[in-house]
């Protein structure tokens, strides 16, 4: 355990739940205690729930698999969008649309139409059309740009899905629930950990706190990805070794000039046919059947 996280955890505030009136029950292993009508978050558990996200979310990437992020409140927009688009993953912070991953193919449709804009406002910036018609296709494009960005790129369900507040991102919960994607959660004293397969308990009301756990989550994809890129060297390595040379085999097996390689059965005849008696033994034949 880095002593360095702890304190990062205690100085961002991560310790520090909701009010005692407003707690859910199912969180009580995680909570510590409470002070001045406050629960305090077991800060153990923090940490162990961090540091299982990070094993499960490098093994994910490693996979080849993908990570989604999601945290449509204020406190998490910018976070999400700074670090998460530094490690090349998903995100989505402005609106959970319904169906984004059941109903994906909508989803990419829609996508399509935002790279078409685009396409015209590279082109001529719109100048082909009326002044209204202008307005509705910038106004389109803007819309689209404002809910999709984050997985404009995503071709593929992801491998898992990091929430930050299950209270607030449930139907992105339920959606990975029914498609079988594993779930990581920043879950505080009001959530629900049953809807998260691996919850990380903290408070998801400040944007230090949230920073300093995504922060975490976007090094273990970092990790990942270097892991990927040893077992596709190794494949590489393995399946592109030079075949150690045979003395003993024929002509006929090696490639043919031009880098063009015989079939087997052209192979087969040329090398096993009857070679062609002399003209002399032929006449020889001829005359003692005679």
């Not at 909570?31 to 406050?38: A, E």
């Not at 629960?39 to 990070?54: C, P, Q, R, S, V």
């Not at 969008?81 to 169906?99: A, F």
């Not at 090398?271 to 002399?278: C, F, G, M, R, V």
Request: aromatic share 4%.
């Amino acid at each position: 355990m880095s002593s360095s996280l702890v304190k990062d955890l205690i100085e961002a505030g991560i310790h520090f739940g909701q009010r005692a009136s407003n707690w859910n029950p199912k969180m009580q292993p995680f909570i510590y205690g409470k002070r001045n009508s406050i629960h305090i978050i077991d800060i153990k558990e923090t940490i162990k729930g961090i540091l299982l996200a990070k094993k499960f979310i490098a093994r994910c990437v490693s996979e080849g698999k993908d990570v989604c992020f999601v945290g449509t409140k204020r406190q998490a927009r910018d976070v999400l969008q700074q670090r998460v688009g530094d490690v090349k993953m998903h995100w989505v912070t402005e609106r959970w649309l319904g169906g984004t991953l059941t109903n994906y193919r909508t989803i990419r449709s829609r996508l399509k139409r935002m790279e078409e804009l685009e396409a015209i406002e590279q082109k001529d910036n719109f100048q082909s059309y009326s002044k209204k018609m202008e307005s509705q296709l910038r106004r389109e494009m803007r819309k689209i740009k404002r809910n999709l960005e984050g997985i404009r790129h995503m071709d593929k369900m992801p491998g898992c899905m990091v929430v930050i507040d299950t209270t607030r991102e449930r139907n992105a919960l339920l959606e990975a629930r029914k498609l079988g994607i594993p779930t990581i959660c920043l879950i505080d004293t009001d959530g629900d950990p049953d809807l998260v397969d691996i919850a990380i308990p903290g408070n998801d009301d400040s944007m230090r706190s949230i920073d300093v756990v995504v922060r975490e989550l976007c090094a273990a994809v970092v990790e990942g990805k270097q892991m990927r890129v040893e077992k596709t060297g190794e494949r590489e390595g393995a399946s592109g070794s030079p075949a150690p040379s045979d003395p003993n085999a024929r002509p006929s097996d090696a490639p043919a000039q031009g880098g063009q390689r015989r079939s087997r059965r052209s192979q087969f005849r040329s090398d096993d046919a009857p070679a062609p008696a002399p003209a002399a033994e032929v006449g020889a034949g001829a005359a003692d059947a005679q």
